[in-house]
T-cell receptor, first 116, second 112 residues
Framework: DAGVTQSPTHLIKTRGQQVTLRCSPISGHKSVSWYQQVLGQGPQFIFQYYEKEERGRGNFPDRFSARQFPNYSSELNVNALLLGDSALYLC???????????????FGPGTRLLVL | AQSVTQLGSHVSVSEGALVLLRCNYSSSVPPYLFWYVQYPNQGLQLLLKYTTGATLVKGINGFEAEFKKSETSFHLTKPSAHMSDAAEYFCAVSVGGFKTIFGAGTRLFVKA
C-alpha cells in the first residue's frame, strides 16, 4: 500500500504570497495532522482533522488554515507568508484521531517551503 | 502542560558501541510515548511506542526503550550502533486527544 504522500516536494515563495500544500493519507486512514518543522527543531503541531472536522489546533496564527475532503485528503493553506514560515511541513495520517490511546501516526516525506 | 526534553542535541558513538539517547517528559496524566527517526530529507518513521503494559518496549532496527515513571524518562537504546543508524531521533509524548508534542531532537553520529 502507498504511504502518506505530499505535494509538492519543494516550493519557493516570496513574502506576502499564499501557499497550498496537499496531503493524501494512507488508504483507510481518516485522520490527518499537519506539523511544521523548522530547521534544527522538532515538529510543531499545527492542525488535526478527523472525519473532515477540525479536532485540534496548535499555537499558529490565523494565517494558517486547513481542510479535509470527503476522500480524507487534506490541504494546508498559509496566507501572507513570512520569512519565518520557511520550514518542512509534514503531514501524518492515522486510522482514528491521532494521539488517542497512542494511535500511531504515519508521516509523509514533507513539503519543504522556502520563503524569500 | 506536557513537554519533552531530549538531553543532548548531538550524540556521537563508534560503530559497535552502545547507543543511548535520553528523553524526559512532563505530563499530568499517563503519557503515551514515542520515538521517531528522521533520515535526511525524509519524513519521520516510528521506531517504537509505549502506551500501557510492559515498560520495556522493543522497536525496529534493534532499538528499545524503557518507560520509567519514577524518573519520567523514556530513554532509547541500542546495544551495537551501525553506520546506518546515523540520523535525527525525536522523542514525543501524547496525552490523548489529538496533539503530539515532540522534543527538539538528537542527531546521532556513528564513527567508523
Amino acid at each position: 500500500d502507498a504511504g502518506v504522500t505530499q505535494s509538492p516536494t519543494h516550493l519557493i515563495k516570496t513574502r506576502g504570497q499564499q501557499v497550498t500544500l496537499r496531503c493524501s493519507p494512507i488508504s483507510g486512514h481518516k485522520s490527518v495532522s499537519w506539523y511544521q518543522q523548522v530547521l534544527g527543531q522538532g515538529p510543531q503541531f499545527i492542525f488535526q482533522y478527523y472525519e473532515k472536522e477540525e479536532r485540534g489546533r496548535g499555537n499558529f496564527p490565523d494565517r494558517f488554515s486547513a481542510r479535509q475532503f470527503p476522500n480524507y485528503s487534506s490541504e494546508l493553506n498559509v496566507n501572507a507568508l513570512l520569512l519565518g514560515d520557511s520550514a518542512l511541513y509534514l503531514c501524518a495520517s492515522s486510522l482514528k484521531s491521532g494521539g488517542t490511546r497512542g494511535e500511531t501516526q504515519y508521516f509523509g516525506p514533507g513539503t519543504r517551503l522556502l520563503v524569500l | 502542560a506536557q513537554s519533552v526534553t531530549q538531553l543532548g542535541s548531538h550524540v556521537s558513538v563508534s560503530e559497535g558501541a552502545l547507543v543511548l539517547l535520553r528523553c524526559n517528559y512532563s505530563s499530568s496524566v499517563p503519557p503515551y510515548l514515542f520515538w521517531y527517526v528522521q533520515y535526511p530529507n525524509q519524513g519521520l518513521q516510528l521506531l517504537l511506542k509505549y502506551t500501557t503494559g510492559a515498560t520495556l518496549v522493543k522497536g525496529i532496527n534493534g532499538f528499545e526503550a524503557e518507560f520509567k515513571k519514577s524518573e519520567t524518562s523514556f530513554h532509547l537504546t541500542k546495544p551495537s550502533a551501525h553506520m546506518s543508524d546515523a540520523a535525527e531521533y525525536f522523542c514525543a509524548v501524547s496525552v490523548g486527544g489529538f496533539k503530539t508534542i515532540f522534543g527538539a531532537g538528537t542527531r546521532l553520529f556513528v564513527k567508523a
